[in-house]
């Protein structure tokens, strides 16, 4: 299908309006993408000259022990730090061993209590088995002294 000219002009403006927009986007993330390349390419340059620092200092270090010093605030940190260790472990150990001490001497009158329960039922089972033992006694002279009774009351007739 043939294009008038006018037709055809407006379709290549708008191609070439739609390219220079295309364009400029491109553009726009080129920059923007270039930008934050340098600024992370920057952090990277601190960052490196930052561990050279550390590394220069670590190697300017002495290595012999006897040369390192601490400074005061160091020193008095792990003096609290090994006193406060110290001091807690005498501490819970002191709380567990009373909480031991306790619980044995509460389980000791727990184990008396029922021992003296225990021979307390004993004697008492005793007592009445005694009694009982008794009661079947004297039944067993009743019933003998009724058996002589009959036994008088039946030769008698």
Same mark, same amino acid.
């Given at each position: 299908?043939?294009?008038?000219?006018?037709?055809?002009?407006?379709? $290549?403006?708008? *191609?070439?309006?739609?390219?220079?927009?295309?364009?400029?986007?491109?553009?726009?993330?080129?920059?923007? *993408?270039?930008?934050?390349?340098?600024?992370?390419?920057?952090?990277?340059?601190?960052?490196?000259?930052?561990?050279?620092?550390? $590394?220069?200092?670590?190697?300017?270090?002495?290595?012999?022990?006897?040369?390192?010093?601490?400074?005061?605030?160091?020193?008095?940190?792990?003096?609290?730090?090994?006193?406060?260790? $110290?001091?807690?472990?005498?501490?819970?150990?002191?709380?567990?061993?009373?909480?031991?001490?306790?619980?044995?001497?509460?389980?000791?009158?727990?184990?008396?209590?029922?021992?003296?329960?225990?021979?307390?039922?004993?004697?008492?089972?005793?007592?009445?088995?005694?009694?009982?033992?008794?009661?079947?006694?004297?039944?067993? *002279?009743?019933?003998?002294?009724?058996?002589?009774?009959?036994?008088?009351?039946?030769?008698?007739?």
């Amino acid at each position: 299908m043939p294009f008038s000219p006018d037709e055809l002009a407006k379709l $290549v403006n708008d *191609y070439r309006t739609e390219s220079e927009e295309g364009h400029g986007r491109l553009r726009g993330d080129f920059k923007l *993408y270039h930008d934050q390349t340098e600024t992370t390419l920057m952090l990277m340059r601190d960052a490196a000259n930052t561990l050279r620092g550390r $590394v220069d200092l670590i190697e300017r270090t002495p290595q012999d022990v006897m040369k390192l010093r601490f400074s005061t605030g160091v020193v008095l940190s792990l003096v609290f730090f090994v006193a406060s260790a $110290v001091g807690s472990a005498y501490g819970f150990s002191s709380f567990i061993g009373g909480k031991v001490d306790t619980m044995s001497r509460r389980m000791d009158e727990q184990s008396a209590a029922q021992a003296k329960a225990s021979e307390e039922r004993a004697a008492s089972a005793q007592r009445s088995l005694d009694a009982l033992s008794r009661r079947v006694e004297l039944q067993g *002279y009743e019933l003998q002294r009724l058996r002589e009774d009959v036994t008088k009351a039946t030769k008698g007739k």
